[in-house]
């Protein structure tokens, strides 16, 4: 074992990478980190030596007369039977608090023993209260904190710059290879990767997000180990004065949030610039990159400094002057259809709107329909699409000729194309901006003398969300487009909604049953429309500048996030510091997996499928956080099982472990139930028998034969012959660049009888008798 005996690891991480690289039994450890210097994090980091094999006498923190108990000689099934802790509310608390939030006075008289008269008086300013407390805790906001300046490490290797022509020409960049790449896809991509990529200390892109998209597909074709870092350049503020210039580059921004969730070995992270300047590329990312492992990821250089990214609470302060509700007047344009936007109609009405124009026919359930059909003239229904910048003026102007002026802009539309990132195309980008930032753009461009607009965005672009790659990227420039323009004087807020429940009342009862539990099970359960248009109301009023509303259970979110790749994001949150960092592979994962590879071996065609489905069923019920594999059946599909791409990643780094085999983090989506995966499990670990030298040579005799014997065209002996060079060269590693030659070069130069000797001399003759 290795311990830093340090205050934070510095080299932890570099020496661990070394033992993996070496194929060495070994574990590279720290003793404290920072923000956890006391002796509660030393006690744990011994512990985790421990469980690694390092020797610690224990005689020191425990009791004299403390007995020691042998751990069970199987792997944890992590189902926990203790009591836990006094939880937040009892069941008698939450039936209390139930009932005063739905005013149910029978339900309040069931559980207080107190004649439900009493309650009349008090009851409607008790619900108030309770249910503001509680959206009051979904509120947050993001802020950047100046980082104390860091010892700069020297830059180290080589870089691979890839930038569109004439971007970045003034960034100083030693030891950086900057190669220009105009348009390129991703098959020409990963061929250059290839070619230029192998031993670089990282790959920095300065490419639109189309060709950052592009890109790290690219690079997880190319198979180059080395990680992606993309840099903009006014893409985000930091603070007043500190101005976005630039929100078409914030895409970059969402799609790297996603990217870190799902590609977390191929992710590096997301460093902004400010406009104008000089700027040491090579000594800022390698400053970045000192940090990117303990998740610190997210950097914006400043001249006054570097700046990391936070997600804070966002406690509600009275502006001076006092609280005055927001009382939209005249027409409010209100973008998008479906439920959310005729449920954001219902409450401007509600607040006093003359008239809402909605862009779109409204779609959603039939009661929302319904309920607008009510409200006859005060509202009106335009046949266009929101993107179609000729019929929204239009529009606009035809209110205006009714005397109808639009006075203030909801922006509701978005286009939800969901995919896991690797599977994304250029195209679902442009079609998902379109539906999504392209409406608010017109709006606001055609209505410059706006009294208010609220844009309407997603959390998926402010933290990430598995398979939202595109998604993620279109809210992140909505974000990024509502602090540019607010600050510029105009009276733009943005708000990054979680997800809101609007599941139709009376539907399949199953269907909106594991709907509504999924994102439970996740941490961030669905949003009910009515509490969050009264946070609405709190946002509104108060004039804030931006929010982001979601109902958060941080015990259960925040280890599910952190599970593939470490974050800082949510270091100021208390409630998701605790969570677990995500574990490296130890020796003691190397020796299951050898042992796991044994049991395999050794079993039987039936059993061994068994044993393999066993495993995948065992890892996907706990990465999914159930008690146990009989959760999770066989043949149904991962995706209706409640699997995104940030559950594959975790299922993927699990199955990792345990197999010692290199997954690829789209598994559950190639392999889309558990059977199908256990059996492709079973093809990478090899049948049955077990591969050892003897079996080698025999299937290499076997070979021999076969090729001695085949009746070949010369194109197929020489594509033959390709395949056996490629194979000795990955047998043998990386080869000697003073005697080794190119598979090309090679065959160019080679007769037949050459190519065959060189693979009797490789493997052998074979035996006349």
């Given amino acids: 074992s290795f311990v830093e005996v340090s205050a934070h690891p510095v080299v932890t991480v570099a020496v661990g990478e070394c033992i993996e690289r070496s194929g060495r039994n070994a574990v590279a450890l720290g003793t404290l980190r920072r923000d956890e210097g006391g002796p ?13 094999g390092a020797p610690v006498d224990w005689r020191t923190v425990l009791p004299a007369d403390a007995a020691l108990v042998d751990l069970p000689t199987y792997a944890f099934q992590r189902e926990r039977y203790w009591l836990e802790p006094r939880p937040a509310e009892s069941a008698v608390e939450a039936e209390f608090w139930a009932a005063v939030e739905t005013e149910d006075l029978a339900a309040l008289e069931r559980a207080v023993p107190v004649d439900a ?10 619900a108030a209260w309770r249910r503001g407390r509680r959206e009051r805790g979904w ?9 104390a300046d860091p010892d700069r490490p020297a830059p180290q290797g080589r870089w691979l710059l890839l930038a569109p022509p004439g971007v970045g020409a003034d960034l100083r960049a030693d030891d950086v290879e900057r190669i220009e790449v105009a348009a390129a896809d991703r098959e020409s991509l990963a061929r250059l990767l290839r070619d230029t990529a192998e031993g670089v200390a990282g790959v920095v892109s300065l490419l639109p997000a189309v060709g950052v998209l592009v890109l790290l597909q690219a690079l997880e074709d190319s198979g180059v180990d080395a990680r992606l870092w993309c840099v903009t350049r006014g893409a985000v503020s930091v603070g007043a004065g500190d101005r976005v210039t630039s929100p078409e580059q914030a895409w970059t921004w969402g799609l790297g949030r996603v990217a870190a969730l799902e590609l977390p070995h191929r992710w590096g992270g997301l460093v902004d610039l400010p406009d104008g300047g000089a700027v040491d590329l090579a000594a800022v990312l390698a400053a970045a990159a000192a940090t990117a492992d303990e998740g610190e990821d997210q950097l914006a250089v400043r001249p006054t400094g570097t700046y990391v990214r936070r997600l804070v609470r966002a406690p509600l302060a009275d502006p001076e002057g006092g609280i005055a509700p927001w009382t939209p007047s005249g027409t409010v344009l209100v973008t998008g259809t479906g439920s959310v936007a005729a449920r954001v109609a219902r409450w401007l009405l509600d607040r006093g709107a003359e008239h809402v124009a909605l862009t779109g026919p409204v779609g959603g359930p039939d009661a929302d329909r319904a309920d607008l059909s009510d409200l006859g003239g005060r509202i009106s229904c335009s046949g266009r699409e929101a993107d179609d910048l000729a019929g929204t ?17 909801v922006h509701t539309a978005a286009g939800t194309t969901l995919a896991p990132l690797l599977r994304a195309t250029p195209a679902d980008l442009a079609a998902t901006v379109a539906a999504t930032v392209t409406p608010a753009v017109h709006a606001l461009d055609l209505l410059p003398d706006l009294a208010a607009a609220v844009l309407f965005t997603s959390v998926s672009g402010v933290w990430g969300t598995g398979e939202h790659a595109v998604f993620a990227a279109a809210n992140a420039q909505l974000d990024a487009l509502a602090e540019q323009r607010r600050a510029a004087g105009a009276p733009v807020v943005s708000v990054a909604w979680g997800v ?22 996740h941490g961030v359960p669905l949003l009910d429309p009515g509490r969050a248009l009264a946070a609405l109301d709190e946002i509104t009023a108060r004039g804030e500048r931006g929010a982001v509303v979601a109902e958060v259970d941080w015990a259960r979110f925040a280890p599910l996030f952190g599970s593939a790749r470490p974050t800082r994001l949510f270091a100021e949150l208390p409630e998701a510091s605790t969570a677990a960092p995500p574990q490296a592979v130890t020796g003691q994962d190397a020796e299951r997996a050898a042992d796991l590879r044994r049991r395999l071996a050794a079993a039987a065609g039936p059993e061994r499928d068994r044993l393999l489905l066993e495993l995948v069923r065992g890892h996907a019920a706990a990465a999914l956080g159930h008690g146990g594999a009989g959760a999770v059946a066989a043949e149904r ?21 345990a197999t010692g085999v290199p997954l690829p983090p789209t598994l559950v989506f190639d392999h889309p139930t558990p059977a199908a995966l256990a059996a492709h499990l079973g093809e990478r670990l090899g049948g049955g028998e077990a591969v ?59 007769s037949d009888d050459e190519l065959f000797e060189f693979i009797h001399q490789e493997f052998g003759r074979p035996s006349t008798g």
Avoid at 139 to 147: A, K
Avoid at 507 to 521: K, S
């Fill in 637 to 657: 599909p991962f995706r209706e099982l409640g699997f995104d791409s940030l559950i594959a990643v975790r299922l993927r780094n699990g199955l990792s472990a």
């Fill in 139 to 147: 509120r947050y906001r993001v802020e950047w904190r100046r980082r």
């Fill in 117 to 126: 008269e009493a309650w009349g008086p008090v009851l409607p300013g008790l």
């Fill in 393 to 409: 003026a239009a529009l606009v102007q035809r209110l205006a000729e009714q005397g109808r002026p639009v006075r203030a802009v």
């Fill in 500 to 521: 809101w429940n609007t599941l139709t009342p009376g539907g399949a009862e199953a269907e909106a049953a594991d709907a509504l539990a999924r994102p439970a099970r």
């Fill in 40 to 52: 509660q994090r030393f006690l744990l980091s011994l512990a985790e030596a421990w469980t690694a």
């Fill in 692 to 750: 050892t030298a003897g079996a080698l040579r025999a299937r290499i005799k076997a070979l021999e034969e076969a090729v001695a014997d085949a009746a070949l065209t010369d194109d197929e002996r020489r594509g033959i012959a390709a395949q056996l060079y490629g194979l000795l060269d990955r047998w043998d590693g990386a080869r000697d660049s003073t005697g080794a030659r190119s598979v090309d070069d090679a065959l160019d130069g080679a």
